[in-house]
């Protein structure tokens, strides 16, 4: 895992604010131009917190983006960059392989961003207070009496020894102060719904008409919801009809209701992100339902947001069937030529581990079905990598 | 069975008088370390079979970077990608 922490060391108070009257929490007064830079790091990856105890903190998970953004610095440097240029907010900001590592490192990235690299996160944080450790002020009172001031001290006991002392507490003090932590950066929630609205003084008499607005719709909406890294699994279709003679508005074929759940909107059986498709699919809906005449207003919701997890291939496709089908003669091919065994696949043991070779692993591809968990490691010194 | 990916590769290493590398055998040639970038120690699993490792990065003459660790426990010397 690599997480990029951004600290904003002064945020903007709104004006109404006094500075003795402000709350210390994140969520002040400042949250709007906090909110600005979180925009800002949505560009770089989709899974943004905000820190819950610091405010102007806040975490994006950062792995695997280097092909994308370049190594962790040149990152930094642009997200620095970014937030300075659009969010008019100077920050500081700092990589390393988990969030308490990086969220120590970014305030003390005064002069540039800061990288720790992996392995080297226990020795970063040898020489920081024990002050820094996220423990009750009774654990942090017992390691003073100790006289254990840094974090160097901290990881140098065993870890018995403070769990026997502080509990669960003493084990995550000692991992933190070696560096380790496996918390995961957590999204924060966002609306479930992406909606637009395009109203018409002109009311629109036919379906090829709607469908040109709903392409315009579309336009606006697909990619907001690429830019957060969603899928949709619902839309919600709603037009507003002038009713003859009454002047009145009445729902058209597809109700809207932005915060009920309505029976008649569009349930996608696979979450969607595709303008495409979901274009075909609003197509489709339009076709069969009944068409309003007279169309002043045509509003469209993409609901039920998830991540790209949500989105599932169907089992029975052809696609996967061919895909299965020629993985199994690519494995009997190469289990003729090579033996048995021969075809590997790749999978993450211990991602986080400090130990390199703890972190990957090839296992046999029929194997990983049936549980490598117990299998045997095997000891380094002449260990070849295969594929 | 499970392979780990990233197994140390044992590596010939020539030490300075500080302890830390001075020239590495890598590509079947001799090579001088230019800088030692960054050096870490990683000490774990007392409680089975200890792990003491000093880690090196290195900066080669001709501007490769490698990492490579000494093996507390046998004193050998090993590569590894980190």
Sequence with gaps: MEVLCLFIPQLPLPQEARPEAAPPVPDAGCRPAFEAALGILDRFGPAVE?????????????TGTRELFGPPADLAEQVIREVLRDAGLRSRAAVAGSKFVAGVAAPLAAAGPLVVPAGGERRFLAPLPVEILPVSPEALSWLRRLGLRRLGQVAALPENALASQLGAEGTAAH??????????????????????????????????????????????????????????????????????GSGGAQSGAVPFDGVRPRPDAVNLKTP?????????ILKRHLEAAAFPEGV??????????????????????????????????????????????????????????????????LVDACAEQQGYGGAEQQGYGGGEEQA | MVTP?????????????????ASVRAAGRQRRVARISNEWRIDDEWWRQEISRHYFELELGDGQVITVFRDLASGKWYQQRC
């Design chain 1, 296 to 361: 002043s207003e045509v509003r469209l919701g993409l609901a039920r947001l998830g991540g790209e997890a949500g989105r599932q291939a169907p089992l029975s496709s052809a696609t996967k069937r061919r895909q299965a089908e020629a993985l199994q003669r690519l494995e009997k091919d190469l289990g003729a030529r090579f033996g048995h065994g021969s075809l590997k696949k790749v999978v993450a043991l211990d991602p986080g581990s400090r130990i390199p070779e703890r972190r990957m692993a």
């Design chain 2, 5 to 21: 990916l990233n197994a140390p590769r044992e590596i010939r290493v020539a030490a300075a008088g500080s302890g830390g590398p």
């Design chain 1, 50 to 62: 905000a820190s819950a105890t610091v405010p102007g903190k806040a975490f994006l998970d950062v």
């Design chain 1, 175 to 244: 991992r933190l102060a070696s560096g380790i932590d496996r918390e995961p950066v957590v999204p924060r929630p966002r609306p479930d719904i992406l909606e637009e609205t395009l109203s018409f003084e002109t009311p629109l008499e036919s379906r090829e008409a709607l469908l040109a607005a709903i392409d315009k719709l579309l336009d606006r909406l697909v990619p907001r919801l690429r830019k957060r890294y969603q899928v949709c699994g619902e839309l919600r279709l709603c037009f507003t009809c002038d009713a003859a």
């Design chain 1, 272 to 280: 969607l992100d595709s303008r495409a498709e979901i274009r075909g």
